[in-house]
C-alpha cells in the first residue's frame, strides 16, 4: 500500500514540474512577444494559459485522490497541502503571462519598452519560477531561500521601471503606452 502511494507522490512531483514548465513557456512566450513584437507568439501563450488550466485540474484530482484514498498524515499531508497551493499560484502566473500577452497584442509598438529593465523583471520571474518548482520537488530549502532573495530584486526592478515611466511621462511620452508598459512589469513583479 505504501509503495503505491509513494509511486503516487513521485507522479505528484513529476506533474508539478511539468506544470512548471508550463509555466515557464508561457512567461517566455509572453515576454519574447512582447519585447520582440511578435505577435504570432501570442496564441501560443493562450493555448499554454489553457494547458496550465487544465494541468491544474489534472494535480488537484491526483492530490484529492491521495488524500481520500491513502488519508495521509505528518510530512506526506504537508506535501499534499503545498501541492495543492502550489498549483493555485502556478494558475495565476499563467493567467498573468496571458495578461502580459493580451496588453502585448493591444499596445502601440514602441521603443520605450527597451529605455526600461523589462528583460531583466521577465527573466528572473523565469528563473524564481523554475527555481521555486524544483526546490519543492527536491526539498532544497537552500534553493527556496535563493528565490525569496530574488524577490527583492524583482521589486526592485519594478521599482526602477516605475521611476522610469514616471520620467519618461514627464517628458512628453505617451502615457498610454507608459501604463501599458507599468502593467506588464506589475504582472512580472506579480510572478515573482
Not at 153 to 172: M, N, S
Request: aromatic share 4%; proline share 2%; with cysteine.
Amino acid at each position: 500500500m505504501r509503495n503505491r502511494f509513494d509511486e503516487e507522490l513521485s507522479r505528484l512531483n513529476v506533474e508539478l514540474i511539468k506544470m512548471g514548465a508550463l509555466c515557464e513557456e508561457a512567461i517566455s512566450l509572453a515576454a519574447r512577444a512582447f519585447l520582440d513584437d511578435d505577435e504570432a507568439l501570442l496564441p501560443k501563450v493562450f493555448q499554454t494559459d489553457s494547458e496550465i488550466d487544465r494541468k491544474e485540474r489534472e494535480i488537484e484530482a491526483l492530490c484529492m485522490r491521495l488524500l481520500l484514498q491513502q488519508q495521509p498524515v505528518a510530512r506526506d499531508l504537508r506535501v499534499i497541502s503545498s501541492a495543492l497551493k502550489m498549483i493555485s499560484d502556478m494558475e495565476r502566473i499563467g493567467d498573468q503571462a496571458a495578461d502580459i500577452a493580451e496588453i502585448a497584442r493591444d499596445m502601440e509598438h514602441s521603443d520605450l519598452q527597451n529605455r526600461v529593465p523589462m528583460e531583466k523583471m521577465a527573466l528572473a520571474a523565469i528563473g524564481m519560477v523554475t527555481d521555486s518548482v524544483d526546490s519543492f520537488v527536491r526539498g532544497d530549502l537552500e534553493l527556496a531561500h535563493s528565490v525569496i532573495a530574488r524577490d527583492d530584486q524583482v521589486d526592485d526592478l519594478f521599482l526602477q521601471v516605475r521611476r522610469k515611466l514616471t520620467e519618461l511621462i514627464g517628458a512628453g511620452e505617451s502615457g498610454e503606452i507608459c501604463l501599458d508598459l507599468l502593467m506588464i512589469a506589475k504582472y512580472f513583479e506579480r510572478i515573482g
